[in-house]
């Protein structure tokens, strides 16, 4: 016994140098193959190449809703594969580049992977308040520099937005990055070509509800957008252009004034005042409606200094004010809304569809059918060629699809399936438009667990990640391969110098090595 | 027993069956489907705002006591609104059925006005080239998933030849003034054409294929035997004899196909692009819509529960043999 005992102490000592354990297994999440294909099949390219470096790797897809309540509300994870998408008022950077703010990694906020920098936390705290654009911009490219080494996070792909019109019937419709063709300017700069003066849009997503303080669903705001007017709007290049707002002037770092065009009217004939723009953001900042809190959030308060100028009164310097706050607020007619007390409470026939916008709310039947009519006392009406907007409801992607070939609709409001795309491609008839996005698919690592809170095994299962071919193979080459968080679409705040962790497994493996890792016998990696 | 103790003890039954029904779906709904606040976090809301939305639906009362307003409403016909339409579920809910059940109602009017005499006369003409020739297409019908025949007639007659609309139940916008008037025009029948056909020949399998069997086993009975014996017709025996004592089973079928009707054909309503509930069950479910998700349930359940019970008490007159006993 006493000879057992010490043969095995002897043994543990000439063990090498120091015994090293297996690195734990890890879950890769990633939604179900029915959800979305291109996610679900990443999930098992990530997983056998982290599998050939060693690490016990297995894939599991969820339910939708199921994987967003454990990444974001639980930060249960190991491992996330899910994706941002890429909405306009998301172009200026400061929302992604929030995502890696470590004092948004509370649960449920948009930091679920914990990254924790204070450098980079003092850089977005910089940038949020230079409104020199060009300084701003260098912060912003600093700020991408930071993290890239660190990769918290690793942006798969950016997903071209393939979608397509009818070209007998309209002309000289531009998409926009991001929106593709569904954008607030197609209608306003398409030119029919056909007998009908109404554009016809068809789409399998239709809005939750069309109440301003209560839809929460970017199909409804697609659609408000065009009826409801609003200080600023973002160019089809995205840069914020004075619209409701004749001139927006900073008065100092934290007060801007607004003055409005003049003549403005509501569809009922009332006048837009200054009233109307105060009423509306008081409104907001009241309500229960929590949707534009953020954007709403730089404001202190609000005040009518004249019959066309509004003063915005900001606790602290805010960069994205002018682009991102004025730009997404719709103008609502006081004359109307302050006698609704409790507005999310409405009832679809209860609510309010009186804007001041180009175009004018016709009507909505669910699930079918929505209209609006060109505004012609708006003042950009004279730009406007079309009659009216259409919006047909279909019950999914295969429907829209028939319907744009048999010439029912003249374009699709919604990416077109793969299989699709060549058909269309065949069709003269149909033009198709490829739009990259700068929203992104992202792999998320857990920052606070093992393995991934080391930093060499998040550089090297990066550099594991062969997302050329995901691009190639996923994608079918529609896509680009993803480097930061700011898309290189969005070329003037992309920082394109940063690390760009090119596919290279001998890299990968010399990157553990030299942080102390090692492989047994059967190839496993261990520490 | 006497009849009326009967119908009580089967109307208690049935609204027992409900309740039990009702419960299930309330607990099954929170404990399987997701938070339906959880979609809201790729809009970019954080934990405190989805806790003001999720207070705004009545998710941060107790689950008893969502439990007991949603009985209590229920009972009244009331079930709340829906959280993603912000409208009262009922008002959606019987408008989607509608269009559902003029649907489904058409086609298995269509499917059994055809399939069960049919099926009497294949039976009539059994073993010969007729016969094979309908059961195989009975079969191939059933067999035929109903996407891809709705698939194949939009692409050939929507499509291909252009006489059908391929998708939703008007031309649009229209106006109508209530569900009749929507319906009772050549506008919605030349719309509903192509999805009732596929409907219909989908079900047109089981009265046919029932029908044509109940009737070979009848053929077996001595009364039909007599009834050659007396000379009559075989017209007279197929049809007045046979037929009638074959409708049994087919009747059953009848009953459990319209109850299930209730939840539509989601492949073909989502196919047609029809406006109809059960397309509306699955984005419910799909986005977690509490209220409108049990209220469709329950509808559905409810449906299938009565027909049955006006099944167990048509039983009584066709077929004398069965008694309340």
């Known amino acids: 016994m006493l ?94 580049l929030g995502t890696l703010d470590s004092r948004q990694a509370e649960l449920g906020a948009n930091n679920p992977g914990g990254y924790d920098n204070p450098d980079y936390d003092a850089l977005y705290d910089a940038q949020g308040a230079e409104f020199d654009i060009e ?54 700069e398409a030119e029919p070509v056909g007998d009908r003066t109404t554009l016809r849009i068809g789409g399998p997503q239709e809005p939750d509800n069309i109440n301003p303080l209560a839809s929460t669903s970017v199909w409804g705001w697609k659609w408000m957008r065009m009826y409801y007017d609003r200080l600023v709007r973002l160019s089809p290049d995205v840069e914020p252009v004075p619209w409701a707002a004749e001139r927006v002037d900073p008065v100092d770092d934290v007060t801007i004034e607004v003055t409005l065009r003049e003549g403005m009217t509501f569809h009922d004939g009332e006048p837009l005042t200054a009233e109307d723009i105060a009423f509306t953001f008081n409104y907001y900042m009241d309500s229960e409606y929590s949707y534009f809190n953020s954007y709403l959030a730089p404001i202190e308060s609000v005040e009518v200094t004249g019959d066309r100028t509004v003063r915005f009164n900001l606790s602290e310097p805010s960069a994205p004010f002018a682009t991102i706050t004025l730009s997404q607020i719709p103008i609502l007619p006081a004359h109307i809304w302050s006698e609704i007390d409790n507005p999310q409470d409405l009832t679809p026939e209860q ?66 399936e793969p299989g699709q795309i060549p058909l269309a491609e065949g069709n003269d008839d149909l033009t198709v438009v490829s739009v990259p996005d700068f929203g992104y698919f992202h792999m998320t690592y857990n920052l606070r667990r093992e393995p991934f809170d080391d930093r060499a095994v998040r550089r090297a299962l990066t550099m594991a990640m062969d997302r050329e071919r995901m691009v190639n193979v996923l994608l079918d080459g529609r896509g680009e391969v993803g480097t930061t968080v ?23 493996r010399a990157e553990l090595e030299e942080a102390g890792y090692s492989w047994d016998s059967e190839g496993r990696l261990q520490r | 027993m006497t009849r009326r103790t009967y119908l009580i003890k089967r109307v208690i039954q049935a609204i027992f069956s409900l309740w039990i029904i009702a419960t299930i779906l309330f607990f099954l709904f929170r404990m399987g489907l997701p938070d339906p606040t959880a ?20 998710l941060e009362d107790p689950l008893w006591r969502q439990y007991v307003l949603f009985l209590t409403n229920a009972v009244q016909g009331e079930f709340g609104t829906s959280f993603s339409y912000r409208a009262p579920v009922s008002e959606i809910v019987w408008e989607r059925l509608g269009n559902t059940m003029i649907l489904m109602l058409a086609a298995i009017v269509l499917a059994y006005g055809i399939g069960v005499p049919l099926g009497a006369w294949l039976s009539w003409r059994r073993g010969s080239r007729t016969d094979t020739v309908g059961i195989f297409v009975g079969l191939m019908f059933r067999s035929a998933p109903m996407f891809w025949t709705g698939m194949i007639a939009i692409l050939v007659f929507g499509v291909g030849l252009s006489i059908f609309p391929t998708s939703g ?39 046919l294929l029932i029908m044509r069997n109940t009737m070979l086993e009848v053929y077996g009975e001595d009364f039909i035997e007599m009834a050659r014996a007396k000379g009559l017709p075989e017209r007279d025996i197929l049809y007045k004899h046979a037929a009638r004592n074959a409708l049994l089973p087919v009747v059953t079928q009848l009953a459990v196909t319209i109850g299930l009707a209730a939840g539509g054909q989601v492949v073909v309503e989502v196919v047609f692009s029809w406006p109809g509930l059960g397309r509306e069950i699955l984005n419910a479910v799909r986005t977690s819509d509490f209220p409108l998700a ?13 027909l049955n019970l006006l099944v167990d008490i048509l039983y009584t007159t066709l077929d004398p043999r069965v008694s309340f006993r």
């Open chain 2, 39 to 58: 979609a809201l976090i790729t809009e970019g809301l954080n934990a405190e705002q989805r806790a003001a939305v999720r207070a705004q639906f009545g």
């Open chain 1, 135 to 188: 300084a701003r911009r260098d912060l912003v490219h600093e700020m991408q520099d930071v993290y890239m080494g660190d990769v918290p996070v690793v942006v798969l792909f950016h997903r071209d937005e393939v979608v397509a019109y009818n070209n007998t019937q309209f002309t000289n419709m531009n998409a926009m990055a991001g929106e593709g063709l569904y954008s607030e300017w197609v209608p306003m």
């Open chain 2, 294 to 306: 049990q209220a469709s349930f329950l509808i559905m359940a409810a449906f299938v529960i009565t």
């Open chain 1, 3 to 96: 000879a057992g005992t010490s043969m095995l102490a002897l043994v543990g000592v000439s063990a090498p140098a120091i015994a090293q354990e297996r690195v734990a297994p890890v879950e890769i999440f990633t939604t179900t193959e029915s959800y979305d294909p291109i996610r679900y099949e990443g999930a098992f390219i990530i997983a056998e190449a982290w599998r050939e470096l060693g690490l016990d790797v297995s894939v599991r897809p969820m339910e939708f809703s199921t994987l967003l309540d454990r990444f974001y509300s639980e930060q249960d994870f190991d491992a996330t594969i899910l994706g941002w998408s890429g909405r306009v008022d998301r172009l200026d950077p400061q929302f992604f």
């Open chain 1, 351 to 416: 609510i309010p569809t009186v804007g001041s916008g180009p175009f004018a709310f016709e009507r909505y039947d669910r699930g079918e059918f929505m209209s609006l009519t060109t505004n012609r006392d708006h003042f950009h009406a004279d730009e406007i060629s079309v009659d009216g907007v259409e919006f047909q409801i279909f019950a999914d992607a295969e429907g829209v699809f028939t319907a744009l070939q048999t010439g029912e609709i003249d374009m699709t409001a919604w990416r077109m």
């Open chain 2, 169 to 207: 139940m008007r031309t649009l916008p229209y106006d109508a003034d209530g569900f009749l008037d929507k319906i009772f025009t050549l506008d919605f029948l030349w719309h509903a054409i192509l999805p009732v056909l596929i409907v219909a020949l989908y079900y047109l399998g089981s009265p």
């Open chain 1, 486 to 508: 700011v898309a290189p679409v969005n070329a003037y705040w992309h920082n394109p110098f940063v690390e760009r962790f090119e596919y290279d497994m001998d890299a990968a």
